[in-house]
C-alpha cells in the first residue's frame, strides 16, 4: 500500500528559528493534508493542497505540494512556542493515512 | 466549527475486561465516522470505518471481534475493545468528517486505555 514518510522524526529548534519537514510518498497523491497534535492533544486540520505545486500560506506557515504531487512540504517562519507538536503529512479521501510525523520542540 | 466528542478521556481497566468508548459529533450529523489507535510517540493507525446503520469496514490485521464497532445514531459511534490485554492500552481517537464533499475531518479528544 501507499507509505508516507516524513523527515525529520524529530527536531529540536531555538524559539524563533525556521522550521521545515518534508513528506514523501512513494506513489503520487491526489491530495495531501496536514495536521497538527498538540502533546497530549488530537490531531488538528491545518490545511489540504490539491494542485500540482500548489503553494498556500497561513501566516507564519508555508505549506507546498511538490510538482508530482509526489512530496509536499511545511515550513514555519520564526518559530513560537505555541508551534511545539507533532506535525502529520495526511493523504486520503475519506479513509486517512497519516505519516510517521514530525516532533517538533521549541528551546525558548 | 466542528466538535467530536469522547467519552472516557481516560480509563483504567483489568485484563479480560471490556472497555466501551464513546464518540459523539455534537453539532453535526456524521453517517460516517473513523477510530484509530496511538502508540506513544508513534503516528496514527486507522483501525476502522463505522457506517451508521451497518456494519463497520475494518482495516487490514484489526480483529473485529475484539474491537467491536456500532453506530446506532447519526451521532453516535462505539468501540467495545473487548477481552482487553496490556498490549491494547493505547489512545483511541474517532474523528468525522462533517461535509460530504470536505477532506476534512474533526477529531475527538482521544481515549485514553491502559489496560493492567
Known amino acids: 500500500g501507499q507509505q508516507v514518510m516524513q523527515i525529520p522524526q524529530y527536531q529540536h529548534v531555538q524559539e524563533g528559528e525556521d522550521f521545515t519537514t518534508y513528506c514523501n510518498s512513494s506513489?503520487?497523491?491526489?491530495?495531501i493534508q496536514w495536521y497538527k497534535q498538540r502533546p497530549g492533544g488530537h490531531p488538528v486540520f491545518l490545511i489540504q493542497l490539491v494542485k500540482s505545486g500548489e503553494v498556500k500560506k497561513q501566516k507564519r506557515l508555508t505549506f507546498q505540494f511538490g510538482e508530482a504531487k509526489k512530496n509536499s512540504s511545511l515550513h514555519i517562519t520564526a518559530t513560537q512556542t505555541t508551534d511545539v507538536g507533532t506535525y502529520f503529512c495526511v493523504f486520503g479521501n475519506e479513509k486517512l493515512t497519516f505519516g510517521t510525523g514530525t516532533r517538533l520542540t521549541i528551546i525558548p | 466549527g466542528a466538535v467530536v466528542s469522547q467519552h472516557p478521556s481516560w480509563v483504567i481497566c483489568k485484563s479480560g475486561t471490556s472497555v466501551k468508548i464513546e464518540c459523539r459529533s455534537l453539532?453535526?450529523?456524521?453517517?460516517?465516522m473513523f477510530w484509530y489507535r496511538q502508540f506513544p510517540k508513534q503516528s496514527l493507525m486507522l483501525m476502522a470505518t463505522s457506517n451508521e446503520g451497518s456494519k463497520a469496514t475494518y482495516e487490514q490485521g484489526v480483529e473485529k471481534d475484539k474491537f467491536l464497532i456500532n453506530h446506532a445514531s447519526l451521532t453516535l459511534s462505539t468501540l467495545t475493545v473487548t477481552s482487553a490485554h496490556p498490549e491494547d492500552s493505547s489512545f483511541y481517537i474517532c474523528?468525522?468528517?462533517?461535509?460530504?464533499?470536505?477532506?476534512?475531518?474533526?477529531f475527538g479528544p482521544g481515549t485514553r486505555l491502559t489496560v493492567t
Open positions: 474523528s468525522a468528517r462533517v461535509l460530504a464533499n470536505s477532506y476534512e475531518q474533526y
Open positions: 506513489t503520487t497523491l491526489s491530495n
Open positions: 453539532d453535526f450529523q456524521a453517517t460516517t
